[in-house]
């Protein structure tokens, strides 16, 4: 089929990019300007160069907020993508009363706000009055407190973004699975192939699509994880809980040090940016290579 | 239009024109001859826009490699990452 080459076409996207140009690039502009000077208020503002790109670099709490980032995002992608693409596989391949009833209880969680989510685990989990707190406590006689231990805390955020987020997994593969067509399961069944076959050849590649945009929601939503580890311990006990956000956020509204945190801002959006890129360039070419 | 809340300096306007030229200049060479998918010392196939993006990204981290391991002017860094630019577009 010939396509047209009409570059006028590109005259449609005016509109698009106006949008992005006052919502997005505009306001990136503005702090790429903070992150070079000291700005004492209205009016008054010093250059100071790449001063602000210094201290924030050699700042060691900033470092561990970025390990303790890292680690999570890591650990949120490795346990909600397999766990939501096993949960997917196990759903009715069929589509009836049985599997909408799945879907729908499964898609509860995503409905709950974020700093809902953040209040009911507070209940759930407290050591004294909270289910899972008791059970674990009580029954289990394991000393779980999650204000007091830095790693209760840290995991009880962990296992909070699993129930919350796993679901979007669980709907993505299951529109995936949806999409193959039936003869692909009947060639493998043909030809004798076993699950993992039927798993690794047919259904992975097929999902390949979806799971790209789920790994990249949930990279980018854990990156940017601020208010459930906010309603649960505020980031503490100690640091332990604080992520990079949260740690913007005390730089920018708290200390009001808008030079440093714009010049983390840009830090953190390059950050985003080169993961972004890898996941997609990784995933696509995974696709061409298969392709051939 | 008062344009005082984005408290422009002449460092970041120039680098903001910067970029823009290279936008433009990019779109005019693509409209003369446009770009091939290549495959060069990355391990990926790109086009000219791709290795010019991979190439600012990595100046980016350069020029914060450079801020964050030595105590150096940063002109250096730039100076690096001019170089690492070049080198991908052309052989990238």
């Known amino acids: 089929m010939q396509k047209w080459a009409d570059n006028r076409a590109w005259f449609l996207i005016l509109p698009v990019f106006l949008v992005v140009a006052f919502s997005a690039i505009i306001p990136l502009m503005t702090v790429v300007n903070y992150s070079v000077q000291d700005i004492l208020g209205p009016g008054m503002s010093v250059f100071v160069g790449s001063e602000w790109y210094k201290e924030v670099l050699h700042n060691p709490r900033l470092h561990d907020a970025l390990f303790r980032q890292l680690t999570f995002s890591f650990c949120v992608l490795a346990i909600e993508i397999p766990l939501g693409v096993g949960v997917a596989l196990t759903l009715p391949r069929k589509k009836g009363v049985w599997a909408s009833t799945c879907l729908v209880l499964l898609a509860l969680p995503l409905l709950i706000p974020w700093n809902v989510v953040g209040t009911i685990w507070v209940m759930f989990s407290r050591p004294d009055i909270g289910l899972a707190g008791v059970t674990l406590n009580e029954i289990f006689h394991f000393p779980y407190n999650y204000t007091a231990d830095p790693l209760h805390s840290w995991l009880t955020v962990l296992v909070m973004d699993v129930w919350h987020w796993t679901p979007l997994i669980v709907l993505l593969g299951y529109a995936g699975l949806q999409a193959i067509p039936e003869a692909y399961y009947q060639a493998a069944k043909i030809d004798g192939a076993s699950r993992f076959a039927v798993f690794r050849y047919i259904q992975l590649p097929k999902m390949r699509g979806v799971l790209l945009i789920a790994l990249l929601l949930r990279f980018m939503d854990s990156f940017m994880i ?9 980031g ?3 640091n332990s809980t604080t992520f990079l956000s949260q740690f913007l956020t005390r730089l ?7 030079g440093p945190a714009a010049a983390f801002s840009l830090i953190y959006f390059l950050i985003v940016l080169l993961f972004c890129f890898v996941f997609y360039t990784t995933i696509v070419n995974l696709g061409k290579g298969e392709a051939q | 239009m008062d344009m005082s809340w984005m408290v422009w300096t002449p460092v970041t306007a120039g680098f903001f024109i910067f970029i823009a030229i290279m936008l433009v200049c990019m ?5 003369v001859s446009p770009t091939i998918e290549r495959k060069g010392f990355l391990p990926i196939v790109t086009t000219r826009g791709d290795r010019l993006f991979i190439g600012l990204l990595g100046s980016a981290y350069i020029c914060l490699a450079w801020l964050g391991l030595t105590d150096k002017e940063l002109w250096y860094g730039v100076g690096i990452s001019v170089a690492w630019l070049v080198t991908v577009m052309r052989w990238g």
Do not use: H, M, N, S
Not at chain 1, 227 to 233: D, I
């Open chain 1, 226 to 234: 601020y208010t459930e580890p906010f309603v649960l311990t505020g």
């Open chain 1, 252 to 258: 920018a509204v708290g200390q009001f040090d808008v």
């Open chain 1, 236 to 238: 503490g006990p100690g």
């Open chain 2, 27 to 31: 779109t005019i060479w693509q409209v």
